[in-house]
């Protein structure tokens, strides 16, 4: 897989990929930690804005899995 932003794009995928519940929840916390830490990183050196709208879509995308696969409940905040 030929990602543009691995550091964070190759846990996202992992946790994406991922079906068995008992590995699930570890891979998804994994991908939030190196989504934030990016943003974190970028937060004086803002991304170009391709970087950072997939960062949104790569929460976005755990939301919904830990939704769907996980039965996270959403809160108020999301």
Do not use: S
Not at 34 to 49: H, S, Y
Not at 70 to 77: A, F, R, V, Y
Request: charged share 35%; net charge negative.
């Amino acid at each position: 897989m030929d990602l543009k932003y691995p550091q964070w794009q190759e846990p996202l995928a992992e946790a994406i990929c991922e079906f068995n519940p008992e590995h699930l929840r570890q891979k998804v916390q994994r991908a939030e930690e190196a989504i934030v830490r990016r943003i974190e990183e970028l937060a004086f050196d803002p991304p170009n804005g391709r970087e950072g709208q997939a960062l949104v879509d790569g929460l976005e995308l755990l939301r919904i899995v830990k939704k769907d696969r996980l039965g996270i409940p959403e809160t108020k905040d999301e």
